[in-house]
């Protein structure tokens, strides 16, 4: 039962921006760490970013200086700012909430000229 809803994918040329929106039930949102991921073709799904309920945040080595991922404690919903997409950024992006294992069904994001 998929209850964390992904939006905001597209595709996007290199260079540009895209900000993904992550909204989950409250009761599942207060108590969780939440997260980014991502799943290119042909590799495995891949941590991208993490912020805990208090707002510590981590990434991957390569989207560190690019991505910004926040929560929003009053909306229930967790975004990630990409900036400076690269083609090799081009993946399914998949919303977790990390304590109850929870996944949304993926938003696709595609970084092509």
């Known amino acids: 039962q998929v209850q964390l809803v992904e939006s905001g994918g597209g595709l996007v040329q290199p260079g540009g921006s895209l900000r993904l929106s992550c909204a989950a039930p409250?009761?599942?949102?207060?108590?969780?760490?939440m997260c980014w991921y991502r799943q290119a073709p042909g590799k495995e799904r891949e941590f991208v970013a993490g912020?805990?309920?208090?707002?510590?945040?981590n990434y991957l080595d390569s989207v560190k200086d690019r991505f910004t991922i926040s929560r929003d404690n009053v909306k229930n919903t967790m975004y990630l700012q990409m900036n400076s997409l690269k083609p090799e950024d081009t993946a399914v992006y998949y919303c977790?909430?990390?304590?109850?294992?929870?996944w949304g069904q993926g938003t696709q994001v595609t970084v092509s000229s």
């Open positions: 977790n909430a990390q304590y109850d294992n929870s």
């Open positions: 409250v009761r599942i949102f207060r108590r969780n760490t």
């Open positions: 912020i805990s309920i208090g707002g510590s945040t």
